[in-house]
């Protein structure tokens, strides 16, 4: 592991470099980062806020990716993880839905260029999930009514997720791409 900043583009590359250079090749890239922060009012979304926000959470994906494809080969794949937010955003997650939805479009215009070269590229959509981020980044009364909206009553727990990104990372999908799959515990995505 190389600790940096994923937002900057060198050290995106070094990453890669460093995988490939570790085991010889790189089949499946995960992109799981994400920065959120929660916000009343317009006025209290910060430009160095929106900034960091897209730096973190689609410009890594892009700067990820690009380093990644010249070293995948046919039957390789990409996993990016959107959110329910991409479909139904709340405003005060503002900056976070925007770049959900960015990703979603990042996917499948992604995958129409992998496809040509045998790489796969799809995306997880998860609903509430409970992790570190969320009491780090929501007032404690939102905290407490995290995940309430689910029709299962509750956040997922990361475990719950991690199948659906062994399944999109295994040969049983091979035949899927540019999609989204959608964990939101109940909740239909369109």
Known sequence: MLPGDIGEENHCRELVQGVTREFGRLDILVNNAAYQMTHQNLDEFSS??????????????????????????????IINTASVQAYQPGGELLAYAT?????????????????????????????????????????????KQFGKQSQMQRPAQPAELAPAYVFLASG??????????????GRMLP
């Open 48 to 77: 160095e806020e929106w900034d960091h926000t897209f730096r973190v959470n689609i410009y890594a994906m892009f700067y990820l990716a690009k380093a990644a494809f010249p070293h995948m080969q046919p039957g390789s794949t």
């Open 99 to 143: 770049t959900k939805g960015a990703i979603v479009t990042f996917t499948k215009a992604l995958s129409e260029l992998g496809i040509e070269r045998g790489i796969r590229v799809n995306a997880v959509a998860p609903g509430p999930v409970w992790t570190p981020l969320i009491p780090s980044t929501m007032p404690d009364e939102k905290v």
């Open 172 to 185: 049983d999908s091979n035949y899927i791409t540019g999609s989204v799959m959608d964990l939101t515990g």
